[in-house]
């Protein structure tokens, strides 16, 4: 929690001194009690001693004073907001390297299933794509709330040879753009300007596109090999304010056979850190199907969230009035006076 005046809370001090005072008060009356050393005639003179009781009001009074401060000094904190909306891309490596069998019963296999299960537990009027890469990028499915239809897409994924990683990124973030070219919180910033801005190297800053909450899923286990560099893909959704969250996949002892020759194929780990942390998105790492179901079910909590600056002046203020009337209440009862 941090404070937007924190100079206020210079105003504790005099609220101490007050403590302190209260403190001293307390022990003289103590002292002064003492000189009835006859105890009929001191209950004669006070039959009914409220005892700690009648400390309670000035408690819960000095807690009012202290939430109040609080309050003056503006708290704020980070929250976890869920949108109502969200649009999420998936994609996916369908290069060769995904039909390794280091992955019970493939790469590509136990990719598809977890896929699929993880597009069936996202809220229904969440938004969700599909782009598949592989020597190109494909949308194949833009992004809807027809869920099914995405998890026919996923069922359906194919592997071929190359790995276009940056084209997909660049593939997604127009499907994201497409999808919210009718939404009234689109800011002015487009995804186009920021896509085109990183592929030219443009050192021009790009606010981010979008108010709703946008992100990119994205699954490989190798390196891009053909297209964009995911260098500049990663920075273009950067620049658009979409984050991409990296799943690296596979282990270091996955491999294919291609023209009879046996390839190793161990998955690039540093580069998918690289784009998750440009983009301001999650790396994750897989090196089996529970893995990955582990993987899709953080995704599945985290994604269509933003973490947004709450102050929570009123809540404290709330509660100094809430304390302050229930110590007025306290000294009525037990004292017969308001405090």
């Known amino acids: 929690m941090t404070f937007l005046a924190p100079a206020r809370l210079l105003l504790v001090v005099p609220l101490l001194l007050l403590v302190v005072l209260y403190t001293v008060m307390q022990r003289r009356r103590r002292r002064y009690a003492v000189r009835f050393t006859n105890l009929d005639l001191l209950d004669a003179v006070a039959p009914q001693r409220p005892g700690w009781r009648r400390h309670v009001a000035a408690g819960l009074a000095g807690l009012a004073a202290l939430a109040m401060v609080v309050g003056l000094a503006r708290p704020v904190a980070e929250m976890t907001v869920r949108s109502e909306t969200a ?50 990028a494909r949308v194949l499915s833009a992004a809807t709330t027809d869920h099914d239809q995405v998890m026919t897409a996923i069922a359906g994924l194919t592997t071929s ?7 997909a990124i660049g593939a997604a973030l127009s499907a994201i753009e497409v999808a919210l070219a009718d939404d009234s919180t689109i800011v002015d910033a487009s995804l186009s300007a920021a896509a085109a801005s990183a592929a030219t190297n443009d050192d021009t800053t790009t606010e981010p596109g979008f108010e709703t909450t946008a992100t990119i899923v994205m699954l490989s286990d190798g390196t891009t090999t053909v297209g964009m560099p995911i260098e500049q893909a990663a920075e273009a959704a950067a620049a658009a304010g979409v984050p991409v969250s990296t799943i690296t996949y596979g282990s270091a002892e996955g491999s294919v056979t291609v023209e009879n020759q046996t390839i190793a194929v161990p998955p690039d780990t ?26 899709y079910d953080d995704i599945e909590a985290k994604v269509g969230t933003t973490t947004e600056e709450r102050e929570l002046t009123l809540g ?24």
Request: no cysteine; aromatic share 8%.
């Open 270 to 295: 540093e580069t998918m850190a690289m784009v998750a942390e440009t983009t301001g998105g999650t790396a994750f790492v897989a090196a089996s199907a529970d893995e990955l179901r582990a993987v």
């Open 161 to 167: 040879r190359g790995t276009a990683g940056g084209d």
């Open 87 to 136: 649009v999420v891309m998936l994609a996916i490596d369908t290069s060769i390297s995904m039909e390794a069998t280091d992955v019970d019963p493939s790469r590509l296999e136990a990719a598809k299933t977890e896929a699929i299960a993880f597009v069936d537990e996202l809220p229904d009027d969440y938004e969700v794509g599909l782009v598949a890469f592989d020597g190109t």
């Open 316 to 339: 404290f203020v709330s509660a100094g009035l809430g304390a302050l009337m229930a110590a007025a209440a306290a000294a009525f009862v037990w004292t017969a006076r308001f405090l």
